[in-house]
């Protein structure tokens, strides 16, 4: 069954979306298995869902697409979803995702105007949300992102601390753990 323009422009735009999420700090990252299939899943349920409706054809339409995408999307959360739950807690398991990524990918990260994401250790908390760990991000990840925190903070490394000033919070990550090139006055390397 081909598919029309539309509808291949509804499977490249989930197929992009669920492949950007299986790296080390997306939100797939530990069913890249299942979710390097999806999009391909998500095209087999539309077929059906179309044929289901319109009797056999030759073009896959959006509708029908789209609707295959939801079911997908549906069945790879819950994979995730399952997946977070067998292991070990999920404070723990984002507080670990947090961990890495404040050592790998923050220190990295550059601002718009080209700056340092982490400048000396310290960078302001809603960016996590913006940048961070894919189940950590946005709104919906906002508490689970605020439990990661209190989780780091109160591990015996001490691994963040939160800043307030106002409403202006911060995050100061350990910078024995980043090994950075400044020295945070009042911090634990300092």
């Known amino acids: 069954m081909l598919a029309d323009r539309?509808?291949?422009?509804?499977?490249?735009?989930?197929?992009?979306?669920?492949?950007g999420e299986l790296g080390p700090f997306g939100e797939f990252s530990q069913i890249t298995d299942i979710g390097s299939k999806s999009a391909e899943n998500a095209?087999?349920?539309?077929?059906?869902?179309?044929?289901?409706?319109?009797g056999p054809g030759d073009t896959l339409r959006a509708e029908y697409m789209q609707?295959?995408?939801a079911v997908a999307r549906w069945h790879l959360n819950?994979?995730?979803?399952?997946?977070a739950d067998a292991d070990q807690p999920i404070e723990v398991q984002d507080a670990e995702l947090l961990s890495r990524w404040f050592m790998e990918v923050a220190p990295q990260?550059?601002?718009s105007d080209g700056s340092p994401l982490l400048q000396c250790g310290r960078m302001p908390a809603w960016e996590i949300g913006r940048?961070?760990?894919?189940?950590?991000?946005?709104?919906?990840?906002?508490?689970?992102?605020?439990?990661?925190?209190?989780?780091?903070?109160?591990?015996?490394?001490?691994?963040?601390?939160?800043?307030?000033?106002g409403e202006r919070?911060?995050?100061?990550?350990?910078?024995?753990l980043l090994n950075p090139v400044c020295k945070i006055p009042g911090s634990a390397g300092a």
Do not use: C, M
């Open 6 to 19: 539309a509808a291949r422009k509804v499977f490249q735009e989930y197929h992009d979306a669920v492949e």
């Open 43 to 54: 095209t087999r349920i539309a077929g059906v869902f179309q044929i289901w409706d319109q």
């Open 109 to 111: 990260l550059k601002r």
């Open 67 to 69: 609707a295959g995408v």
């Open 78 to 83: 819950e994979v995730a979803r399952i997946f």
């Open 169 to 176: 919070v911060e995050i100061e990550v350990n910078p024995k």
């Open 131 to 165: 940048l961070g760990p894919g189940p950590l991000r946005n709104s919906k990840g906002k508490e689970r992102r605020e439990k990661a925190l209190r989780e780091l903070a109160a591990v015996g490394v001490e691994h963040v601390r939160e800043h307030k000033e």
